[in-house]
């Protein structure tokens, strides 16, 4: 298996190349369980960030960024996107999704009860990666829908195109792949 080296926020990680479609492979970034790299990508993101009163993330891979990013700015609350409804969320806000590292679509589900605290308010939406920008787009809906302002976007690495994009605020470019680990042009 090919792998793609690539520092981020002063950690060098290997990451694995993985096939989307015949013609397209990504460096398989998975957060999840890297303690010393989430707190570093954190740091290195709020030093970037504008001023917000609340972060917001998808489910999942985005929830111990923004956790942690909050804990390090003095937060005490931040948002999650869910992907499924959950029995104790009420006046349910709903938006689909399709990400590339997903195989159908998704749906991303945000309680009133949070909606309301974000009406009026700065938000910050995080994530692991922006690749295509669905699930960015999907929870920036349920902020507008919720009315809350959004005031920025940020991800740990930009993939592939998204790297273009004037409206997002990352760390590293991660580029992506042909079948034989070579870089995509």
């Given amino acids: 298996m090919n792998h793609y080296d690539i520092t981020i926020a002063g950690h060098k990680r290997s990451l694995p190349i993985c096939r989307v479609t015949d013609d397209l492979y990504i460096g398989a970034f998975v957060i999840f369980g890297d303690a010393p790299l989430t707190v570093a990508c954190a740091g290195a993101l709020l030093d970037k960030a504008p001023e917000y009163d609340y972060i917001i993330t998808a489910e999942a891979k985005g929830i111990p960024l923004a956790h942690e990013m909050a804990q390090q700015h003095g937060d005490d609350n931040y948002f999650v996107a869910r992907k499924a409804s959950k029995l104790y969320m009420t006046g349910v806000f709903e938006v689909s999704v399709r990400s590339i590292t997903t195989d159908r679509v998704q749906h991303l589900y945000l309680d009133a009860a949070d909606a309301e605290l974000m009406r009026g308010k700065r938000i910050l939406i995080v994530d692991d ?11 920036e809906k349920l902020v507008e829908e919720a009315g809350g302002i959004i005031v920025g976007k940020m991800a740990i690495l930009a993939e592939g195109a998204a790297q273009q994009r004037s409206d997002i605020i990352y760390l590293e470019p991660l580029p992506v792949f042909n079948a034989d680990g070579t870089v995509k042009e």
């Fill in 129 to 139: 990666v922006i690749s295509t920008g669905e699930s960015i787009r999907a929870v």
